[in-house]
């Protein structure tokens, strides 16, 4: 909800469209507002990326990136490049082509997956799986993102996909030279590299695009969540020229895809009141700014026996619980220390994502006051559980 509950503005936008528009074919026709957020789009997303396509959420926006991926590879003359390398830890959504890309998929029920999906290491700086300090273990996980498609076969791989800062992963920032050298790696193998912003977008992480701070555009962005701040349910899949191009010097050769309720008008409706309100509010600033202060506070709760990291940017905020602060010894994310945490956070009115990392996520407006009641109250479950399972705490 990056621009708050609440927004009477956005319903009528909505209302509006619906009572003049509400909704025609995808397959021959676009509309005013999907046009014009389309053309809104290109202006504010990094670099070249210019040509949308859109669905109706975060999974069919990796599902979309995904087909675009290896619809090129084969357009461009190599069909056997159909493999994706998404990182352990990662979450890019439910459908059965992106959890096939996600590192918590359920073989028992849904295996098996999507062929030709392979993970390397996520950049982790807290536990370096490589024992290497801060942007050298970031580095060292570039490196094997390489080494991953060379073992593939680079002539197999049509795509590697990541969340900038991957909020299922645990939160981790990497060096920005991280995403630099996967940009040159990606090249150098002839492969695509697909951003999923769908948490990371719109303001999340102090900047429109969590891409902008690291310093390199991909090929492809999947964007959901704050497209339309949750009001409609929208996604895309945002492509630059060297993709669209491949599309265009084809004509006869259209895109295997088809989703009825794409570039929904009101959903394109909703998006564009959204966008609005981020620019007269200049909302991504003030996210940043507030960002700032939600970090400032957060690493106070490092007093705690059992907080053993804060990290994040902006708005994207996490604390890790462990259960040596030494040894960094994890909780598992199903320890009952865990269970515990969540519910008392809950009970005393903050709603949040808690299992050994507690996230904090708000929207763009939150305040500083509501940010001080966010920290105590993980202050007061903090000491509430430590208390409660001392002995579960080294250290
Ligand atoms: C990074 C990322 N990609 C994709 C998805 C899937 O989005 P949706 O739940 O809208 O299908 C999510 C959902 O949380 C996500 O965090």
Same mark, same amino acid.
Request: proline share 6%; hydrophobic share 40%.
């Given at each position: 909800?990056?621009?708050?509950?609440?927004?009477?503005?956005?319903?009528?936008?909505?209302?509006? $469209?619906?009572?003049?528009?509400?909704?025609?074919?995808?397959?021959?026709?676009?509309?005013?507002?999907?046009?014009?957020?389309?053309?809104?789009?290109?202006?504010?997303?990094?670099?070249?990326? +210019?040509?949308?396509? @859109?669905?109706?959420?975060?999974?069919?926006?990796?599902?979309?990136?995904?087909?675009?991926?290896?619809?090129?590879?084969?357009?461009?003359?190599?069909?056997?490049?159909?493999?994706?390398?998404?990182?352990?830890?990662?979450?890019?959504?439910?459908?059965?082509?992106?959890?096939?890309?996600?590192?918590?998929?359920?073989?028992?029920?849904?295996?098996?997956?999507?062929?030709?999906?392979?993970?390397?290491?996520?950049?982790?700086?807290?536990?370096?799986?490589?024992?290497?300090?801060?942007?050298?273990?970031?580095?060292?996980?570039?490196?094997?993102?390489?080494?991953?498609?060379?073992?593939?076969?680079?002539?197999?791989?049509?795509?590697?996909?990541?969340?900038?800062?991957?909020?299922?992963?645990?939160?981790?920032?990497?060096?920005?030279?991280?995403?630099?050298?996967?940009?040159?790696?990606?090249?150098?193998?002839?492969?695509?590299?697909?951003?999923?912003?769908?948490?990371?977008?719109?303001?999340?992480?102090?900047?429109?695009?969590?891409?902008? $701070?690291?310093? @390199?555009?991909?090929?492809?962005?999947?964007?959901?969540?704050?497209?339309?701040?949750?009001?409609?349910?929208?996604?895309?899949?945002?492509?630059?020229?060297?993709?669209?191009?491949?599309?265009?010097? $084809?004509?006869?050769?259209?895109?295997?895809?088809?989703?009825?309720?794409?570039?929904?008008?009101?959903?394109?409706?909703?998006?564009?009141?959204?966008?609005?309100? @981020?620019?007269?509010?200049?909302?991504? +600033?003030?996210?940043?700014?507030?960002?700032?202060?939600?970090?400032?506070?957060?690493?106070?709760?490092?007093?705690?026996? +059992?907080?053993?990291?804060?990290?994040?940017?902006?708005?994207? $905020?996490?604390?890790?619980?462990?259960?040596?602060?030494?040894?960094?010894?994890?909780?598992?994310?199903?320890?009952?220390?865990?269970?515990?945490?969540?519910?008392?956070?809950?009970?005393?009115?903050?709603?949040?994502?808690?299992?050994?990392?507690?996230?904090?996520?708000?929207?763009?407006?939150?305040?500083?006051?509501?940010?001080?009641?966010?920290?105590?109250?993980?202050?007061?479950?903090?000491?509430?559980?430590?208390?409660?399972?001392? +002995?579960?705490?080294?250290?």
């Amino acid at each position: 909800m990056n621009a708050g509950h609440g927004r009477g503005e956005i319903a009528e936008a909505m209302a509006k $469209q619906a009572a003049r528009l509400s909704y025609v074919s995808a397959v021959q026709y676009t509309t005013e507002p999907a046009a014009h957020l389309a053309h809104k789009l290109a202006e504010i997303t990094p670099g070249d990326l +210019s040509r949308t396509y @859109f669905c109706s959420g975060g999974s069919e926006a990796v599902e979309t990136a995904m087909k675009i991926a290896k619809q090129v590879q084969a357009m461009r003359g190599f069909p056997r490049r159909y493999k994706i390398i998404a990182r352990r830890g990662s979450y890019h959504g439910m459908t059965h082509g992106a959890m096939s890309l996600t590192a918590a998929r359920e073989e028992k029920f849904f295996g098996p997956f999507m062929y030709g999906v392979s993970y390397a290491p996520p950049p982790d700086q807290y536990r370096s799986p490589f024992e290497l300090e801060g942007e050298a273990s970031d580095i060292m996980a570039a490196k094997f993102v390489e080494q991953e498609i060379i073992s593939q076969g680079p002539e197999t791989v049509a795509a590697v996909i990541g969340e900038p800062i991957s909020s299922a992963a645990g939160v981790h920032v990497p060096s920005p030279k991280y995403w630099q050298m996967l940009r040159k790696i990606c090249d150098r193998h002839g492969v695509l590299l697909i951003a999923d912003e769908v948490i990371n977008g719109f303001g999340r992480t102090g900047t429109m695009f969590a891409t902008e $701070q690291f310093g @390199f555009v991909p090929d492809i962005m999947t964007i959901a969540k704050g497209l339309t701040s949750g009001y409609m349910p929208m996604g895309a899949a945002i492509v630059g020229p060297k993709v669209f191009e491949v599309f265009e010097s $084809q004509p006869d050769v259209p895109m295997g895809h088809l989703l009825t309720f794409g570039g929904h008008p009101v959903a394109a409706a909703a998006a564009l009141r959204n966008l609005e309100i @981020f620019e007269d509010e200049d909302l991504v +600033s003030r996210g940043a700014e507030m960002g700032v202060y939600l970090k400032e506070r957060l690493e106070e709760l490092r007093n705690h026996p +059992s907080v053993g990291d804060v990290r994040g940017v902006g708005l994207l $905020q996490a604390i890790e619980v462990v259960k040596n602060k030494e040894t960094k010894t994890p909780f598992d994310k199903n320890d009952t220390f865990c269970k515990v945490l969540g519910q008392k956070v809950l009970e005393k009115g903050l709603i949040t994502r808690t299992w050994n990392i507690v996230h904090f996520a708000p929207p763009l407006v939150v305040t500083r006051d509501e940010i001080d009641r966010m920290v105590l109250t993980v202050d007061e479950s903090l000491t509430e559980v430590e208390k409660e399972f001392a +002995s579960d705490i080294e250290g």
